[in-house]
T-cell receptor
């Protein structure tokens, strides 16, 4: 039973470069979430989708961040251009999206921007 | 008003002891309160959750106590084991937008053998 799959696990890039993080949600789940985790700010919700449609992107820090969900089995989070303050662990999570169904998190992508 | 405040930041408990982590919220629209457990290198995973229609929920060694009037809830881990060493997050979400969880800052729990 595959869980949420994220790639890459680690990404090191230089300031100014474009970064793309990828997520495959659990099959049958129709809600997908992108979170960012840092020591200072904890777990922050960046954006979430329901049935591939972005519902709330109020947590996206600025225009350098964008997220897409072209189909039910794939989502990307892109940062362009990246900055050192974007260094964090980025988690993707999915859920059935009904009522109080739990979020299932992937193992995250650790992003380091130098 | 959207914040969930969690304490302590870190906690060390002897094996067999009781671990207690506390959370407080302000938004009275919150009506779902889950706890997530995170091991190093892994994503958080749901541990236990409560709705405010009950004051306590128990699952094995894990218990949530909920005080609606004080807007506080806590996680108790009985007979704490070294395998319980992890970071614990409380969270809350409103009736509308139940999936839009607001997380506490996390508590790093260490159980000494």
């Amino acid at each position: 039973d595959a869980g949420v799959i994220q790639s890459p696990r680690h990404e090191v890039t230089e300031m100014g470069q474009e970064v793309t993080l990828r997520c495959k949600p659990i099959s049958g789940h129709n809600s997908l979430f992108w979170y960012r985790q840092t020591m200072m700010r904890g777990l922050e919700l960046l954006i979430y989708f329901n049935n591939n449609v972005p519902i709330d992107d109020s947590g996206m820090p600025e225009d350098r961040f964008s997220a897409k969900m072209p189909n039910a089995s794939f989502s990307t989070l892109k940062i362009q251009p990246s900055e050192p303050r974007d260094s964090a662990v980025y988690f993707c999570a999915s859920s059935l999206g009904n009522g109080y169904s739990p979020l299932h998190f992937g193992n995250g992508t650790r992003l380091t921007v130098t | 008003q959207q914040q969930v405040k969690q304490s302590p930041q870190s906690l060390i408990v002897q094996k067999g002891g009781i671990s207690i982590i506390n959370c407080a919220y302000e938004n009275t629209a919150f009506d779902y309160f889950p706890w997530y457990q995170q091991f190093p290198g892994k994503g958080p995973a749901l541990l236990i959750a409560i709705r405010p229609d009950v004051s306590e929920k128990k699952e094995g060694r894990f218990t949530i106590s909920f005080n609606k009037s004080a807007k506080q809830f806590s996680l108790h881990i009985m007979d704490s084991q070294p395998g319980d060493s992890a970071t614990y997050f409380c969270a809350a979400s409103p009736v509308q937008g139940a999936q839009k969880l607001v997380f506490g800052q996390g508590t790093r729990l260490t159980i000494n053998p």
